[in-house]
């Protein structure tokens, strides 16, 4: 089993920057694909960004590809996601997850493992 704890949300203006954090608990991995995904009120889930642990492999929606940076501190078990530029319609709960094996998808079906949520939300 893995718990996720996501921290970091709040309240930015458009244009600003905020970083998420997302620590790592309980079963040790070190091969597991983990991704970041959002809600914004009455949308379903999308994927965001995802990253290889192993390899530190990224992959972005095209939505935020050039504006958010996701990465991983392994010594800390830690996913980030530094958010620049950001703006109203990036308002939104934000999830991190992980998968139970390698690789990098864009499929929330293939998470096994999700953290409560942070609310991020972008003022105009």
């Known amino acids: 089993q893995v718990q996720l704890v996501e921290s970091g949300g709040g309240l930015v203006q458009a244009g600003g920057s905020l970083r998420l954090s997302c620590a790592a608990s309980?079963?040790?991995?070190?091969?597991?694909?983990m991704g970041w995904f959002r809600q914004a009120p009455g949308k379903p889930r999308e994927f965001v960004a995802g990253?290889?642990?192993?390899?530190?492999?990224?992959y972005y929606a095209s939505s935020v590809r050039g504006r958010f940076t996701i990465s991983r501190d392994s010594a800390k078990k830690t996913l980030y996601l530094q958010m620049d530029s950001l703006r109203p319609e990036d308002t939104a709960v934000y999830y991190c997850?992980?998968?139970?094996?390698?690789?990098?998808?864009?499929?929330?079906?293939?998470?096994?493992?999700w953290g409560q949520g942070t609310q991020v939300t972008v003022s105009s």
């Open positions: 309980g079963r040790t991995f070190s091969r597991n694909g």
């Open positions: 990253i290889s642990w192993i390899s530190g492999s990224t």
């Open positions: 997850a992980a998968r139970d094996t390698t690789g990098l998808v864009a499929n929330e079906g293939l998470y096994a493992y």
